[in-house]
């Protein structure tokens, strides 16, 4: 691939390299270079403004190797995943903000996030590592993480987790399904072995009371997406319950933890709506210790 070199005029204007070229001359980006020829989407690159959320050779290193080998055999899905870091026309950072939606070329939707207070921005919860790298036919922002395409909402991912089947039934019965298809939620999803570690005598007052039982999950929804890199060491964060009862975050040598115990153990699972992370223990709000008589251990 020929990699075109900046040729300034006398005017001070300058001919740029296409987004491709750039890409092509950075070392970083090899692996994505490589992909996007492999996918035979350049000449398409390169015919268009198109901006480019282009995840580094580190990012590709961090998948697990039976993703990329997965991708690499099948030109495809290859092109899918790479049309979901690609979006028609120039966005530069000036023109994002927090929850913005942009339509990918493979038709999904990516999620902007401002974190202020970490000085991060974030794509689907991959975080923005340069900005505004422009092209002469469009602009490239560089990722930390490879942007998966997720498959289904917050209901739809929570259904097809196995590790959170008994959250999914106790969701069914309390018939808060509707208001997990909102947009821009952060759930924090205890897993079936966290649901096990509550008393039975909890369990029971929870699934014999309906507005409880509501109370309880909705304290486990945030209505704004919080993807780990938005996250920060005593912060606190409103639910979505009545009270509008909050969650302490803590970071400790475990990882991130909420209010006393209960630890993330698998973070930013991505969907259309917002973002899901699984935690080892059910959250209680400290108004309802006393009613489901928990101590606090």
């Known amino acids: 691939m020929k990699v075109a070199v900046i040729l300034c005029a006398f005017v001070s204007q300058c001919l740029a390299a296409t987004t491709v070229e750039m890409l092509a001359a950075d070392p970083n980006m ?6 996007v020829t492999k996918a035979g ?29 997965a991708l690499g055999n099948d030109v495809n899905a290859l092109a899918n995943v790479l049309k979901y870091h ?11 903000s927090n929850e913005l939606q942009l339509t990918t070329l493979n038709g999904q939707k990516v999620r902007f996030n401002i974190y202020d207070h970490n000085n991060a921005v974030t794509v689907q919860g991959s975080q923005v590592i340069a900005l505004d790298k422009v092209a002469s036919n469009g602009i490239i922002h560089v990722l930390n993480k490879v942007m998966m395409p997720p498959e289904g909402d917050i209901v739809d991912i929570v259904a ?15 018939g808060i399904a509707n208001a ?9 999803a205890p897993t079936n072995d966290a649901f096990a570690r509550l008393p039975s005598s909890v369990v029971s007052k929870l699934t ?29 964060l409103k639910t979505i319950d009545r009270h509008n009862d909050r969650l302490s ?5 475990a990882g991130v933890r909420l209010n006393t115990n209960s630890h993330v153990t698998t973070a930013d699972i991505g969907t259309t709506n917002g973002v899901i992370h699984l935690i080892d223990h059910v959250l209680i709000p400290a108004r309802y210790y006393l009613t489901l008589a928990i101590g606090r251990k």
């Open 30 to 35: 090899s692996t994505l270079v490589n992909l």
């Open 41 to 69: 989407l350049v000449d398409a690159l390169n015919g268009g403004d198109f901006t480019i959320f282009a995840p580094n050779n580190a990012a590709f290193s961090a998948l697990p190797s039976a993703t990329l080998t």
């Open 86 to 96: 690609v979006v028609q026309g120039k966005v530069p950072s000036s023109a994002a």
């Open 160 to 174: 097809k987790t196995s590790d959170v089947s008994t959250l999914l039934s106790l969701v069914q019965q309390a």
């Open 180 to 188: 997990l298809k909102g947009d821009a939620l952060t759930v924090f």
């Open 208 to 236: 014999n009371d309906k507005n409880l039982l509501t109370e309880i999950l909705e304290y486990h929804v945030v209505p704004h997406t919080e993807y780990s890199a938005g996250l920060f060491n005593r912060e606190y």
């Open 249 to 253: 975050i803590y970071f400790d040598s």
